[in-house]
């Protein structure tokens, strides 16, 4: 069977850095499932932990998780007044983005801000696999031709497009579930933006982005839908983004709708039944460097 035949899949778990159980359960769902790759926050509350566990766990691919909203930024305020007022990005995607198509961002301070966060990580010692960003705000095509340009400079292979294929057959599969049907909308309405990512992405020589998958059903993933999605598969690469992590104190704190959500992905993603669908569909896990993954167990013994 030629490479470009077989099914590969990368299980992508976001947030990597943000909440110590987070970190716990990206781990776990890696060392006892079938989660390959987690996305970094450069300037989140537990990177310095995240990136101990990464240097520590060479099977997980890991890559940088571009910040521009929720969150402040790696270089000092003062560097960057319009990106982050008051010491910090603005709250919300939506803030984001009509700050920037009414000009009050600089997006030179943009490129700085996310070279920095990008540097802040390889100077870490983490050889990154990918790009991608909190809340999908680089699928904005001005800032995606800031993030495919950092990715060709620093020679990072992959950068997320996050907008799912046959966007308007995701929203009649979703049709009677308001959640992700509500969702599947959402990624319809960044279909024209995708379209000019991948060019973005081919006029600088980046690699053309793997299927994506998982926007629609954020926060609402079942075992059975997780194993009828691998049964599904399409030949080529397909990259399935997760959201795996422990609901704790910490995240409480945290502004983000997904918290016992979080727990329910790491208990799917290390189910043996998820597992044996994997083997059963001739799957192959993998990371966004290509490097494949075999998972040793699918045990629910926890790292924490």
């Known amino acids: 069977m030629s490479a470009d035949a077989r099914r590969q899949l990368v299980v992508n778990g976001d947030d990597f850095g943000l909440t110590p159980g987070v970190n716990a359960g990206i781990l776990d769902a890696h060392r006892h499932g ?8 450069a300037n989140a509350p537990e990177t310095e932990r995240a990136i101990t566990i990464a240097r520590r766990t060479p099977t997980l691919g890991v890559g ?14 003062w560097q960057v007044p319009t990106l982050a007022p008051g010491g910090r990005f603005r709250r919300t995607w939506r803030s984001f983005i009509a700050a ?26 983490v050889a990154l696999t990918h790009l991608d960003a909190h809340k999908h705000v680089h699928a904005y095509p ?17 950068v997320r497009v996050p907008c799912e294929r046959s966007p308007i057959a995701s929203v009649a599969r979703h049709a009677t579930a308001s959640g992700a049907r509500r969702q599947a909308m ?19 020589g980046l690699d053309a982005p793997p299927l994506f998958l998982g926007r629609a059903l954020t926060g609402y993933f ?15 690469i397909t990259e399935l983004m997760m ?28 189910h043996p039944e998820v597992r044996d669908a994997v083997a059963r569909a001739e799957v192959i896990l993998t990371r ?4 494949p993954f075999r998972p040793e167990s699918c045990t629910h013994a926890s790292t924490r």
Request: aromatic share 4%.
């Open 142 to 158: 001005p800032v995606f031709e800031i993030v495919a340009k950092l990715a060709h400079r620093a020679g990072i292979p992959r």
């Open 186 to 204: 959402e990624n319809l309405a960044l279909a024209p933006w995708a379209s000019r990512d991948r060019r973005i992405l081919a006029h600088h």
């Open 34 to 41: 079938i989660l390959t790759s987690a996305s970094l926050f």
């Open 100 to 125: 920037a198509v009414t000009r009050r961002i600089d997006f030179n301070e943009v490129e700085r801000e996310l070279d920095a966060q990008i540097d802040r990580l390889r100077s870490a010692g």
């Open 222 to 236: 079942t075992r059975a839908g997780l194993v009828a999605l691998i049964r599904r598969l399409p030949a080529g």
């Open 243 to 270: 959201h795996p992590g422990y609901a704790d104190e910490a995240l409480d704190r945290v502004p983000t709708r997904l918290r016992r959500q979080r727990d329910n992905e790491v208990a799917i993603l290390t």
């Open 64 to 77: 940088c998780h571009l910040a521009l909203v929720d969150g402040v930024p790696v270089l000092p305020p």
């Open 288 to 291: 966004h460097d290509a490097r």
